[in-house]
């Protein structure tokens, strides 16, 4: 038995396949909410990306990020040697950060950018990749 009640549908023991089939009208609903979640996730006004490393193990966490056009990324120093964040193709650049500090960067045009440490590029790859959607 199957009883509509709004936009619902309740259905009874006897009919199994009107079950399954309001159970699938929900998965649009669901995969809506889940995009949206992946969606505000990422384009957040301001990731946070650690700048870590000693000795040979520098790098950025996380090594890419993705972002809606005007979204910012802040960079923490959480080691004990200076960094730089400088974009590659784009005009953005911290300067100096001395460990303990942080500084941030906005990324107001689409495209796709590498932002590396000056200091530590070329011997250690400390370089990440930064995606920017319009």
């Known amino acids: 038995m199957t009883v509509k009640v709004g936009t619902f549908v309740v259905v009874g023991r006897g009919d199994r396949k009107a079950g399954r ?15 949206l979640f992946m969606v505000l996730s990422p384009s957040a006004p301001g990731v946070r990306v650690e700048m ?31 960094h730089t964040a400088t974009c590659d193709g784009c005009p953005l650049d911290t300067g100096d950060v001395q460990p303990g500090q942080t500084r941030t ?12 440490c000056r200091y530590h590029r070329l011997s250690d790859r400390e370089e990440m990749t930064v995606e920017v959607s319009g």
């Open 52 to 82: 870590r490393g000693e000795r040979g193990s520098f790098g950025f966490l996380p090594a890419s990020v993705s972002l809606r056009a005007g979204g910012a990324l802040t960079f923490e120093n959480s080691s004990r040697s200076t």
């Open 21 to 35: 089939r309001a159970g699938y009208a929900l998965l649009p609903a669901l995969a809506a909410v889940a995009a």
């Open 105 to 116: 960067l906005r990324f107001s045009r689409p495209g796709k950018f590498t932002v590396f």
